[in-house]
């Protein structure tokens, strides 16, 4: 099992910027993908970005060129630099972790998010 916990979140005005972090725990020699995902109130859940063991990423279209997913594998820790943040950003924030096998891009966010180990979330505010 992999144990994940997130924080950075926060409230921040509409342009600013915010780095999430998600450190891993436990069996993580057992995934090969950590991807973030956000829940708005009333809304179902969505997948945002990940990346894997061989430093491969993806965005989905919502976020691609204002956020930006990186790994420091000495802390087992990976992070989600927020920019240019919108009031629409605002929702809790979750790190999931998996075995994807050799899915790509949205496929590989369905398996985060069906069969994924998830960290607690971390709320993210942004005013207008």
């Known amino acids: 099992q992999v144990q994940l916990v997130e924080s950075g979140g926060g409230l921040v005005q509409a342009g600013g910027s915010l780095r999430l972090s998600c450190a891993a725990s436990g069996s993580i020699f057992s995934i090969n993908a950590i991807g973030w995902f956000r829940q708005a109130p009333g809304k179902k859940r969505e997948g945002l970005s990940y990346i894997t063991n061989d430093g491969s990423t993806y965005y989905v279209d919502s976020v691609k060129g204002r956020f930006t997913i990186s790994s420091d594998n000495a802390k087992n820790t990976v992070y989600l630099q927020m920019n240019s943040l919108k009031p629409e950003d605002t929702a809790v924030y979750y790190c999931?972790?998996?075995?994807?096998?050799?899915?790509?891009?949205?496929?590989?966010?369905?398996?985060?998010?069906?069969?994924?180990?998830w960290g607690q979330g971390t709320q993210v505010t942004v005013s207008s």
């Open positions: 999931t972790a998996a075995d994807t096998y050799y899915y790509t891009g949205p496929e590989l966010l369905r398996v985060l998010r069906d069969f994924g180990s």
